[in-house]
Structure formats: C-alpha cells, structure tokens
C-alpha cells in the first residue's frame, strides 16, 4: 500500500511542535499521603500525519476518560493508561506554572500555527521530516 504524502492542497498534514498535545490531569486521591498528579500527554486527532517527536494518540478506550465523575475514577483510569506521575504538579514541564505561563504557552503555538499558513515555510517543515 502507497504512503500518501502530505501537500498544501491536504489540510491533514503533520503538525508536529506546532500544535499543543492533549494534556489530562488528575490529582491522588484525597486519602493518599502524598500530593501526586498524573498526567496523560495524547496527540491531537486532528491529523492522519505523526512525526516520531509526537506524544502517542489516544488510548482505544479514552471515552472511559470523559466519563469519570470524580477526580478519584479519572486517577484509576489516568493510571490504567499508563500516565506519568510526578510527586506534584510543579514538577510536570507540561503544566503551566501560573496563568501568565499558560497565556505565553498558548500565543506560542498560536504563532506556531500561523507560520504553518506560509506555504514556504510549510514547504521547509515537510522537507524537514
């Protein structure tokens, strides 16, 4: 079978850095001793392209995920899917620190996202796979 390949006309095409992963979070347990998080990092279904740098996709059984009705079912599932912990929050690079963090975070991949609509630098995006 022949490997399609991405163009400009494909709106499809990988995005790789230039598009935050899914991130999903859920604190331990309130009768845990300590403070921990898990934290699930998926690639975005929004493209049929993934480049080796992306998180992996979703788990087949995510839908388990959105219907969890406390913090505790969404750390049993988060923990079935294989989530990284860390000892707190603080220590997870992909958790924005404060709000402003968070802001900065989004208006980098805002302008990311942007510079994709530059068919010559999309060009040398491609090339570069």
Not at 1 to 27: E, I, N
Not at 30 to 57: C, G, M, N, W
Request: charged share 30%; glycine share 4%.
């Amino acid at each position: 079978m022949k490997k399609k390949t991405p163009s400009h006309d494909d709106l499809t095409y990988p995005y790789g850095y230039h598009f935050p992963p899914d991130l999903h979070v859920a604190y331990s347990p309130s009768d845990s001793p300590k403070q921990a998080v898990l934290v699930l990092k998926t690639f975005p279904d929004t493209s049929d392209y993934r480049i080796a740098e992306d998180a992996p996709y979703k788990p087949n059984d995510y839908s388990r995920l959105a219907a969890c009705k406390t913090m505790e079912e969404g750390w049993d599932v988060l923990r079935h899917f294989s989530a990284t912990e860390y000892d707190d929050a603080r220590m997870c690079p992909d958790i924005p620190q404060s709000l402003e963090e968070g802001f900065a975070e989004g208006r980098q991949y805002g302008e990311l996202l942007k510079k994709m609509q530059d068919p010559g630098y999309l060009d040398q995006w491609l090339m570069s796979l």
